[in-house]
Structures are given as structure tokens and as C-alpha cells.
């Protein structure tokens, strides 16, 4: 199993910097596809930050993605991963524009999401140039990575 990708033991999980409504403000999606609840600590210099999404029965994968025993789909765990990556590039890095979901690497699931769960996604953007990033991600739930990915972004 692999490491988190920072010291989290300082970290208060608890507190909000960001909230769904500050993160609508820049980030498009919505409904069904808003896949992040609050940003919970970010830190401009080393370019990480700790987000979450609080699963629920009543996320529109539940009924259909495996009946009688729900387990959210990796696609969305993904673009959950995204979702973060995209609002720190634009509300703190300060890239302006649309950011297009350009890319998924080095992406493995190592653990199931249900609902009850609270998601932590914790980011690091990693490389980034004019018009382009990239950021590594780890889902953890309850203490436990449940997947980590590396998703590119591009300002189209």
C-alpha cells in the first residue's frame, strides 16, 4: 500500500476554507456531477490541497451501480479527483479560463466508496505550465487510500 501523499496528522479535516457555494463559483458543474463538497486546507506554496465529497444515498449512481450493494463508480472518483485539481488551479493558483479535463495516468483502485463515506481527495499539483497541469490524487476513506490517479488539466 502505498503512502499518503502528504502528512495529514496536522491537518484539521473538519475545517472548511471552501464551501459547496464558493466552489460552484468556479467550478461548472452541477447537479448531479458536482462531485466536491468543501475544500478543507490548501497551501499555496507547496501546491497541495485536502477536499471531500460525502457520499450519499442519494447520488444518482446508487440505484444502478450494482443493486443491493452500492459502490461508487471509479469514473466518478476520478473526475472527483479532477474537480479538485480544477479549483485549486483556478480560485488559488489563479489560472482564468475553462479548464478542460485533459488526461488519466498511473490510475489504481485499491478500496471501495459507499455511501456514509466521506471521500478526502488529497492533491498535489505537480506540473504546470501555460496552458496545462497535472496533479496527483489519493481518495482516502476512513484512514485508507482508495484509489490514486494522476489527472491533467488544459485551459481551452
Known amino acids: ?10 491537518i484539521d479535516l473538519d475545517n472548511i476554507e471552501f464551501g459547496r457555494e464558493q466552489i460552484a ?9 458536482e462531485q466536491l463538497d468543501a475544500i478543507v486546507w490548501y497551501d499555496k506554496d507547496s501546491m497541495r490541497a485536502i477536499g471531500y465529497k460525502d457520499i450519499t444515498e442519494n447520488e444518482f449512481w446508487v440505484r444502478g451501480h450494482i443493486p443491493g450493494r452500492p459502490i461508487m463508480p471509479g469514473v466518478i472518483m476520478i473526475e ?6 480544477s479549483f485549486y488551479m483556478k480560485r488559488i493558483h489563479g489560472l482564468e ?3 478542460g479535463f485533459s488526461g488519466i495516468d498511473k490510475t489504481k483502485f485499491r478500496g471501495t466508496v ?4 466521506r471521500l478526502y481527495m488529497l492533491g498535489h499539483i505537480h506540473k504546470v ?5 497535472s496533479a496527483m490524487v489519493q481518495g482516502v476513506v476512513n484512514g485508507k487510500i482508495v484509489f490514486d490517479t494522476v489527472v491533467s488539466g488544459m485551459k481551452v
Open 80 to 85: 472527483a479527483a479532477a474537480q479538485l485539481s
Open 129 to 133: 505550465r501555460s496552458r496545462q497541469f
Open 97 to 99: 479560463g475553462f479548464i
Open 1 to 10: 500500500m502505498p503512502e499518503l501523499l502528504f502528512d495529514i496528522s496536522d
Open 114 to 117: 459507499v455511501p456514509g463515506d
Open 25 to 33: 463559483e468556479v467550478n461548472p458543474q452541477s447537479y448531479e456531477m
